[in-house]
Every structure is written in C-alpha cells, then in structure tokens.
C-alpha cells in the first residue's frame, strides 16, 4: 500500500488523514462480510500560522513544531481572496473569502484534488513550502430571454428565466494583511499505536456523481451490477420490475445530492463492476425546506390530509395530519387548517446549535433561548404532493322547497317540526322553525301512512310534513317540487 493506494484481492484507497478506507472488491462480497484490518494511527497534531511572511520567491515557509512526519498525512488549509477585477471581460467581482486545502501525495508535494502543485514538504525536518496562488470557480448565473406567448392585445410577452449555474477560473491568492491564516494537520512516526480490528460490511456503498456537484434527478438513475438491474423511485433503489403488476424489490437507497448509492441487496460472488445505464443531473433541481400552499377545495375532512415528497438526501417523505391539524413525523413538522385548506410545512428538526456553527445552515440569530437551532432536511419542490377530501355544498331553492319568505297568497300554516324526506334517490333534510309559513291550498287532512307518490304515482315513502291537528293529522305533500328539484322525473 503507498500513496493511500490498496492492492492485492481488492483495489481502494485510503485517506490517512480521516482514516477512511475506501475498497472495491473484485467479486461481491457475501452480505456481513468480516475483514481484519492491521494499522497504526496515532492522533493528529494542529498548528496554526496567523499572518505567515512570503519569502524571496513569493512562497511561505512554515516550520512545524514536530519533525519525522508520516508520509500521506500533512494537510494544509489557507484562506483566499479572489482578484477583485478582470481587465479582458472587465468584470468586478464580489468581495469573497474562500478556503483551499492541499494534501501531501506521500513523495513531499502539496498538491490540490485536480493535482495541481502548491509546494513541498520535509517529512524528515517538518519544513513545507506553500505556494499559495491558485485558480478557483467563480459561479455565475445563467439566464435566458424565454416568450410566454401574446398579451390580450397581441403583444410578444418575455422574460429573463434562470437556467442554472457556469464556473469560470478566477486568480486568487492569499492576502498580505493580517487576515491572512495557514493551518496544518499532520501525523508524526513517534504517535503510532498498531492495532488489529475485524471490520464488518453492512451495505454496499458507492458514488454516481465522483467529482461533479450537480443534483441527480430523482426517477433517472438505471444502473446494472452484479447481474441485476437497478432503478430509483422517490430515493429509494430496486431491481427485479415486474412490468405487468408495477412490483419491484427494494434494494437500497440513493441521496440525489451526494450521489451515494446504499445498497442493501446484491448478488454474492458475481461481479462488482457497476454500469450506468441512465442517469441525469441537474443544476437547478429546487430544493426547499418550507413550503406553503392550499388546497383547492375547502373545508377539508377532519384527519384525511397526506403529504408525500422526495428529500435530497434521498428517502421518501410520507405523513399525515392528526386531528388536531398537525403533522409529526421524522425530519418533518407543519399544520393544516382544515377550515381554510392552508399547510404549512418545514423539513427539518431542531437540534443543538453547539458544534454546529461551521455548518452552512446555522445563523446565530437562529438559535433560540433552549440553545437549538433548525437543521434542513430539503426536499425536491417538484415531487411535493398531497393528498385530502374536500367538502361542497349545494345550496337548496327554497322555491323548490315550497318555502316562502313573506305570507302566502291563499292562506298560512305553522309547522314546528323537524322534518325529514326520504327517496329512494337520496334523503332531504330541512330543520324548521315555529315561524315557517306554508300555503294553505296544500294542505289536506289524512293520516301519516306510506302511499302512492301524487305526483309519480308510485309507491315510495311520502313526501310529507306532519303536525298535530286535534285529534288528528294534516300534512304537506311536497314531493312534486322535490322531483322537480331532482331533475323533474320520478324516483328510482
């Protein structure tokens, strides 16, 4: 093994200043697999230099505290100020402040991922030399003049619409005030402790996107290993489709940020070589943490709203409302008025704000008075979606009720009851009060028993409203204006 490099069964790498190991088996390994690993680590050493001097040359010698230093174990991280201005494109630059960070490739250079030379170091004396300039990405916005078609007066309709994101090279260097910072982490021979441990292999991990940032789009990924055929729906992977019933297995899971596939499934024994079939990635994919928005229909139904969505990390997110309107759930937290039909939602949970202060999420003014502060678990904006039963009203005539707002023309009854029509077509129900008015000529004297509709002349539950009269009975046969109000023909 040299230069962080693993040979022999297996192919990998190793990064002496993590420790972690990376290993690529030729063959796939039976699932929980044991390895025994022999290595000595010892515990990194941290030096600081505020403000360094450049020498003659322009580069900046640092002498470290310790000497006889292990090879493939110095890393140095310095800060960085772009060229405020570029005289070709005359273009200003915003004021930035970026890091970079080199690592020694185990033969005494200092070289950046792309392997680019940034100086030289001693393992013997513990003496560097950094070249601090570099080149970096500038990101820059990219837009394009779209039509949205015509205006109501025939005008051409445009605007500017985002497209994504281009990088260009920017100098930069270190700055030559007191800003200027250099930190290096490095091992020592002397620190060395050998150790033996098994190792156990859970899943298989591996990355899509090595050495590009776009963002994967979910539901594009195909990819063959082992024999089998792999697909991503909603962060998850599965292989062996069934195209007549839509089943699959469930293999593992994808984070569509990193591109770091999980896998939990494979086939033992056949070959580890991974073929990507599809894949497409995107520089705007939209992810968002908070989300707003209302149901089309309102009110909603007590306990019916689901929310489905597709985190960035990958996963599917999937959670209902309880009755009191409020949705709980792992990484995920909101409200729903069902009165109104309005969701809010937030993905993420509140964690301590202590450590965490490096973190591209954390704002100071964000921690509140329990010390926590919110971490973002982002979704997709484009795979939200939900689920809900609405409520709609028809509102009943009341001329097709029979019902008037002033005195009748021929005469008046009170009715002070409740009352209640049946069809085998649907029920009706009306609530009355001791102040409902209804015409005289309408009403008749009989008794309450089932008949013959009056007005289709078949037999179904009469159409009637009852009230005490003496010692009998008079009722209001409305059933022709409730046919009426269903269409104007008879009842099934």
């Known amino acids: 093994m040299a230069r962080g490099n693993i040979s022999g069964s297996a192919t990998g790498t190793i990064r002496y200043q993590t420790g972690l190991i990376q290993l690529q088996p030729t063959l796939l390994p039976a699932g929980g697999q044991i390895y025994t690993v022999d290595y000595a680590f010892g515990p990194p050493d941290v030096q600081e230099f505020p403000a360094p001097l450049r020498d003659i040359n322009g580069e900046v010698p640092l002498t470290l505290s310790k000497a006889n230093l292990r090879p493939n174990t110095v890393e140095v991280t310095w800060n960085l100020l772009y060229n405020p201005y570029d005289p070709v494109t005359m273009t200003a630059f915003p004021p930035r402040d970026p890091y970079k960070t080199v690592r020694d490739d185990g033969l005494g250079r200092l070289r950046d991922t792309l392997g680019a030379d940034h100086g030289t170091v001693n393992y013997t004396t513990g003496i560097l030399s950094l070249k601090t300039e570099t080149t970096v990405g500038m990101p820059r916005a990219q837009y394009a003049w779209v039509s949205l078609g015509n205006s109501p007066q025939g005008f051409a309709m445009r605007r500017w619409l985002f497209q994504g994101w281009e990088y260009y090279p920017v100098g930069a260097n270190m700055p030559n005030d007191e800003s200027a910072h250099v930190s290096v982490k490095y091992r020592t021979m002397d620190a060395d402790s050998s150790v033996s441990a098994p190792i156990s292999t859970g899943a298989l991990k591996f990355d899509l996107t090595n050495q590009y940032s776009e963002n994967i789009v979910p539901g594009s990924v195909n990819f ?8 991503d729906r909603a962060g998850n992977l599965y292989y062996n489709l069934d195209v007549a019933t839509g089943n699959a297995t469930k293999a593992g899971t994808l984070n569509y940020q990193s591109g770091e596939v999980t896998l939990d499934a494979w086939s033992t024994g056949a070959s580890a070589s991974v073929s990507v079939k599809s894949m497409l990635t995107s520089m705007d994919g939209h992810p968002v943490d908070e989300v707003t928005f209302r149901a089309p229909v309102a009110p909603l139904r007590t306990g019916s709203v689901q929310v489905l969505a597709t985190r960035l990390a990958g996963g599917l997110v999937n959670v209902s409302a309880n009755t009191s309107g409020d949705f709980v759930g792992v990484d995920v937290s909101g409200h729903v008025d069902y009165e109104t039909g309005v969701v809010r939602m937030r993905f993420g949970a509140y964690v301590v704000a202590a450590g ?3 973190q ?14 919110f971490k973002p678990a982002p979704v997709f904006a484009d795979t939200i979606r939900f689920n809900a039963v609405g409520f709609t009203y028809l509102p009943l ?3 097709i009720l029979g019902t008037r707002p002033g005195p009748p023309a021929t005469g008046r009854e009170s009715v002070d009851l409740s009352t209640r029509w049946f069809c085998r077509s649907g029920p009706y129900r009306q609530h009355h009060s001791n102040g409902l008015q209804w015409p005289g000529d309408q009403l008749r004297s009989g008794a309450p028993e089932p008949g013959p ?5 078949r037999q179904c539950h009469q159409y009637r409203l009852h009230r005490r009269l003496g010692g009998g009975y008079g009722h209001v046969h ?6 009426a109000a269903r269409g104007g023909g008879a009842p099934d």
Do not use: P
């Open 224 to 231: 063959t290993m082992g024999g089998k055929t792999y697909f």
């Open 356 to 358: 965490n202060e490096t």
């Open 360 to 373: 591209v999420w954390y704002s100071a003014a964000g921690v509140g008075t329990d010390g926590k502060i």
């Open 397 to 399: 005539d009341a001329d």
């Open 453 to 457: 509709c009056d007005w289709c002349g």
């Open 478 to 483: 409305v059933g022709q204006r409730l046919h």
